[in-house]
Each structure stands twice: as structure tokens, then as C-alpha cells.
């Protein structure tokens, strides 16, 4: 009798081995997406897949995280894990995570499916399968994680609407939409490599990291339950973009523009997540400059792209206006937050003293030169019972669909303001960077789904303020300032009997 | 450059064109120069909408998200880019203000 099958001889006859190639159809109509954005392979077969799991391991390993995840959910319900966190204003992370995060969890698992029936080749659809599958556990283990700080406090209630509706969400969703909308290759390189691999130490980590540092448990044990599924995708992510440039020269310059491109939208959209890491943190893990330089500067420009150098991949164009905005980035998309919160699914508030000395430190030539005036304005208007918010809605940027906050680069004083007429219609960019992404496909931007053109047009809820957040999907205490809301209040009154901490 | 699409007709109407406002049309305002206000508003507003009605009805509550604004202060007009001195009376289309046309003011 024959022994068993080692892994690798069971991965191969998994994937390989079940592969044919169609006679009596023609194999274009079988794989109908993958010739017409001009990506040459020749041979499928050079695909190595780093992480060789079987259907029959991949289950094992997935189902013992999950008995550690749930069994920390179950300690954390019966032992009032939500009265042990840092500070109530440490859930508007969470909140800006289950709203614009978790819904890209799921996004994922449908491109994945997608990319996974479309691919030519054997072992490139295996590992999409695998982790459209990764992507769905995610999205559960994450709302079974979070569901837990539901029961007590807002913003959390409504995420799936909130992603499809609310404004700054449209800005990760028009991210994964325009992706899903491109070519299987394409979107490959935006969502394995530019979101997984590129700047996933900017967007994942630092919702994890902020978790254990201020006494959130649960999600914390989340995070290590999807490391290793993240290692995996990031490996996925450098061998998907390896293959592709070894494949064919000609495509190069593809991928080139696929990666400047990819790098721009990406980064827009984790201006999100640096004001989180600087203003949403009551205890900090490190700036978004420290971790900008980390993560991006030293490991992606100074690591990654001196190693695609040899394929002739230089790095992002614009990438220098992102270094450029290091320094004012989070304090930027902070502010704008501040002021438009009453339309958001999370509550805001002046950074109070502590906290600016933390900034000032951490930030010495721009913090007290920039943005110090603008909060002591603010808290001003608090005093004398007032809130300042911006009274009306913001212009939009027609590519990232970010507020159109940013400054040129050199000047943090002047606000950016780009603009293109395309088919006599006039468009707004934000930046550069924004306005070559829509040069590149006008076609495909022109469709963009503004929420305040959108708003505008009647079809959100209504006219009036009140109806659009009742359209939204947010209750009361979801929105506005953080001093005096619910989650405040319900604060207070339960540490009421212990000091905070005890 | 051209989108690179499945299809060879690729073509989709703008989600924001100035037909889907009826009379109306999307106007951008910038205060220059304060920095508390994140970013320019964008207003709808009737495109016969005389000059003195847009200020009063749309502009000066906006701006006065800052107790600092006096109601009428703005000076330095720009359209577009170009210096534009306003005739109060006149609407927007005839002063030139089109969709999404961005002003800009000091105060």
C-alpha cells in the first residue's frame, strides 16, 4: 500500500492536478477577463504559492483561532470587559473600524471569489480562494468581536448601512468598488499588493496595536487571529506583483501605473486612519509621523522598492507629497472630523491638555504653529457654551471623495484646489495626485457617488440635516460632540462608585 | 487617456451633472485664508439667484460657523480663478457663476 501523500503532493493534486485545459470550449470564453488589460502570462505553471495549504489544514488551523477568539469574547462578556477600557473615547477607533473597516472585510471576500473563478491559472486561484474565504471569517469574527461594545455604546449599530451611506465611509468604499470594477489584474495589484502589502501596517496594525494598549481585549485577540492570515495575503500580494513584472516586460509599465496609481488612492484613504492613530487614541502606540517613517519610508520605499528596482518598478509618483504631509496629515483630517461630526457615526471633542503635550511633542514644528490656535478657538466656543461646526457641507474630492481639506505641498496655509473640465462638466480634485487618477479613466470617475452632490440631488433622506442622519441610519448620541453625549454620560455614571482604572 | 474597459462602449453620464438640479446648480465657496473652516462648502442654489440672495441666504450662515465672520465681510471675490466684482442684483449665471463653479473670498 502507498503511504499517505505528503502536504506538498496533496497541495499539487489539490490544485494543480484538478486543473484542465477546455477543448470543446474556447478557453477565452471559460476566462473571459483576463486578456483585455494588456498583462501578458505565458506560463501559469511559474506561480509559486508560499503558503501551500490544503482545504483539510487550512479548516484545522482557522477553526483553533477561533476557539481561543470566542473564548476570550466569552470571558470578556461575563467578567464587564467594556468598564476596562482606557476611556470611553477610546471606542470611536472601534467605531470608525466596524463602520469603514469591516465592510472592506467583506468587499474582500467578494473580489477574491471573483478573482478566484477567474484566473487562468491553478495555483493563483487557490490562494484567492483561500483568502476570499480568510476575508469572510474576518468580517464575521469581527462583528462577533465588536458586538460586544454594541450593547453599550453607540455607532456601532448600523455599520452596514452607515458604509453604503454616510460620507466619509464612501471614501474606503469607493476605494474597493473602483478596484472590484477594474480587471481581475488590476485589482490584484490594489487589493493583495497596494492594500495588503503597501500600506497595511498603516491601515490594519494600528487598530490592533491601539486595542492592546488601551485594554480592549477582544479585539486585540481578533487581531492575532487574523495575523496569520495577513502574512499570508501580504505574501500574496509581493508574489502576485513578482510574477506578473517576470511574466512580460511589456508588463512593466502596466504594473507601473496600476502601483502609482494604487499607492495614491490608498494613501487618501488612510488619512483616515492617521487621525485616529494621533486624535482617537486615549493611549498612544506612536505618531502617524513615526509610523509613517516606519512602516512606509524605511520598510516600503527604502526595502520593498529598492528590491522591485531590479524590475524596473521605481517608486510611487506623488509619493513625495505623502512624505511632504507627514507632519500635518492627521492634525488636517482631525480638525475636519472635529467640525463635521455632527454628521458622523462617532463623537469628537478638543484634545485636552495631556494630550495636546503629546501632540506638541511629537509633532514640534507644525503643532503649536498650526493647529494649537485652531483647537484653543475651538475650546473657546465651548466655554462660552457654543460648538463649533462647520455649518453646511463640505466640497468634495471627485477621486478620493475626501473632504477637499488638503494644502498644497510647501504651504499647509493654502488649501489645495484642482480642477479638470471634462466633457464641458467641471471636476474637483484635492490634489495631484487625485486629479492624474481621473485623467487616466475620466469614463470610469464622471460615475463617482458623492454623498454631498448626492445630498444635494434629494435622494439621501432629505434636505434637512436631521433627515439625512435619520437616512444614515444613526441615533441619538451617535454623532457630535464627546463631552456630555451617551457614551460620556453612561461613562461616568457606571465608575462612578471606583475611580477609573481601580 | 481612454479607461481601459471590458467593453468597447464604455460610456456613463456624470452622477453629478448640472441637469439632475433642475434649475439649480452646485456652487463651491472658499474662505481664504481661515483655517477653521477644513474645507470649501458647496451650496445648491437657483442659478437666476441674484448675487445679494446668495450671500445673505447661503453663504453668510455658513460663515458664520465662525463667531468671528461679520455677515457681509467678504471682499477679494475670484470665480474661477479671475477677480470678480459682484453687481448685487445680478444672478449667478449672469455673472458668470456656473455647475460647480468654485468663489472665493476674504474676510
Not at chain 1, 502576485?240 to 511589456?250: G, N, R, T, V
Not at chain 2, 439649480?24 to 439667484?49: C, E, I, S, Y
Amino acid at each position: 500500500m502507498s503511504k499517505k501523500l505528503s502536504m506538498q503532493q496533496r497541495y499539487a493534486a489539490l490544485t494543480r492536478d484538478l486543473d484542465w485545459t477546455p477543448d470543446y470550449v474556447d478557453p477565452a470564453k471559460v476566462f473571459p477577463l483576463t486578456s483585455f488589460e494588456g498583462i501578458k502570462v505565458h506560463d501559469w505553471s511559474a506561480w509559486s504559492d508560499p503558503f501551500r495549504l490544503t482545504v483539510d489544514t487550512y479548516h484545522k488551523y482557522q477553526a483553533e483561532k477561533d476557539k481561543r477568539l470566542y473564548a476570550v469574547i466569552d470571558g470578556f462578556a461575563q467578567g464587564q470587559g467594556h468598564l476596562s477600557l482606557s476611556d470611553a473615547q477610546y471606542l470611536n477607533a472601534m467605531k470608525l473600524f466596524i463602520q469603514g473597516v469591516t465592510p472592506l472585510e467583506y468587499a474582500a471576500h467578494r473580489h477574491f471569489a471573483q478573482l478566484a473563478r477567474h484566473f487562468d491559472g491553478p495555483g493563483p486561484r487557490f490562494a484567492a480562494l483561500c483568502q476570499s474565504i480568510d476575508e469572510l471569517r474576518h468580517t464575521q469574527t469581527e462583528v462577533h468581536t465588536l458586538s460586544q461594545y454594541n450593547k453599550y455604546y453607540g455607532g456601532m449599530h448600523s455599520n452596514w448601512k452607515m458604509f453604503d451611506r454616510v460620507w466619509y465611509l464612501s471614501v474606503p468604499k469607493s476605494y474597493f468598488e473602483d478596484a472590484m470594477s477594474a480587471g481581475p489584474f488590476e485589482s490584484l495589484i490594489a487589493i493583495s499588493f497596494s492594500f495588503e502589502y503597501l500600506l497595511t501596517n498603516l491601515l490594519f496594525v494600528p487598530f490592533m496595536s491601539g486595542a492592546s494598549f488601551n485594554g480592549d481585549l477582544p479585539s486585540m485577540t481578533f487581531g492575532f487571529s487574523a495575523q496569520s492570515d495577513e502574512s499570508r495575503h501580504m505574501t500574496l500580494g509581493l508574489e502576485a506583483i513578482k510574477f506578473l513584472l517576470e511574466q512580460d516586460e511589456a508588463n512593466v509599465p502596466i504594473i507601473q501605473a496600476w502601483i502609482d496609481k494604487w499607492f495614491w488612492r490608498g494613501y487618501r484613504l488612510v488619512a483616515l486612519i492617521a487621525q485616529m492613530i494621533d486624535y482617537m487614541l486615549p493611549k498612544k502606540v506612536m505618531s502617524w509621523k513615526e509610523s509613517f517613517e516606519l512602516y512606509f519610508e524605511e520598510q516600503m520605499l527604502n526595502g520593498l522598492f529598492k528590491d522591485l528596482e531590479f524590475y524596473g518598478i521605481r517608486p510611487p509618483m506623488h509619493v513625495q507629497q505623502a512624505i511632504e504631509e507627514k507632519e500635518i496629515l492627521s492634525h488636517q483630517v482631525a480638525w475636519t472630523l472635529y467640525q463635521f461630526s455632527f454628521a458622523a457615526g462617532f463623537n469628537t471633542t478638543v484634545p485636552d491638555e495631556e494630550h495636546q503635550a503629546w501632540l506638541r511633542e511629537q509633532y514640534p514644528d507644525t503643532f503649536d504653529k498650526l493647529f494649537a490656535p485652531q483647537w484653543a478657538k475651538a475650546k473657546k466656543i465651548q466655554e462660552e457654551g457654543g460648538r463649533f461646526f462647520f455649518q453646511g457641507l463640505p466640497q468634495l474630492c471627485q477621486v478620493c471623495q475626501v473632504p477637499m481639506l488638503f494644502t498644497e505641498v510647501g504651504d499647509p496655509e493654502t488649501i489645495c484646489q484642482r480642477q479638470v473640465v471634462y466633457e464641458d462638466e467641471r471636476y474637483d480634485f484635492c490634489s495631484d495626485g487625485c486629479q492624474w487618477v481621473f485623467e487616466r479613466e475620466p469614463e470610469k470617475y464622471v460615475q463617482a457617488w458623492l454623498p454631498v452632490h448626492q445630498i444635494y440631488q434629494g435622494v439621501c433622506g432629505g434636505p434637512s440635516v436631521p433627515e439625512v442622519l435619520a437616512w444614515y441610519g444613526l441615533q441619538e448620541g451617535d454623532s457630535g460632540e464627546y463631552i456630555g453625549s451617551l457614551d460620556h454620560k453612561d461613562w461616568l455614571a457606571w465608575h462612578a462608585t471606583a475611580p477609573v482604572g481601580s | 487617456m481612454p479607461v481601459v474597459a471590458l467593453t468597447d462602449n464604455y460610456t456613463f453620464p456624470s452622477r453629478s451633472r448640472q441637469e439632475l438640479y433642475g434649475d439649480d446648480q452646485l456652487v463651491h465657496v472658499l474662505w481664504k485664508g481661515n483655517r477653521m473652516m477644513a474645507a470649501a462648502a458647496t451650496f445648491r442654489a437657483p442659478k437666476a439667484m441674484p448675487w445679494a440672495d446668495f450671500l445673505g441666504a447661503l453663504v453668510d450662515p455658513w460663515a458664520a460657523s465662525d463667531p468671528d465672520y461679520v455677515p457681509g465681510s467678504g471682499s477679494g471675490w475670484t470665480l474661477d480663478g479671475q477677480p470678480l466684482q459682484p453687481d448685487p442684483g445680478k444672478g449667478l449665471a449672469e455673472l458668470g457663476v456656473g455647475h460647480k463653479s468654485l468663489l472665493t473670498f476674504e474676510a
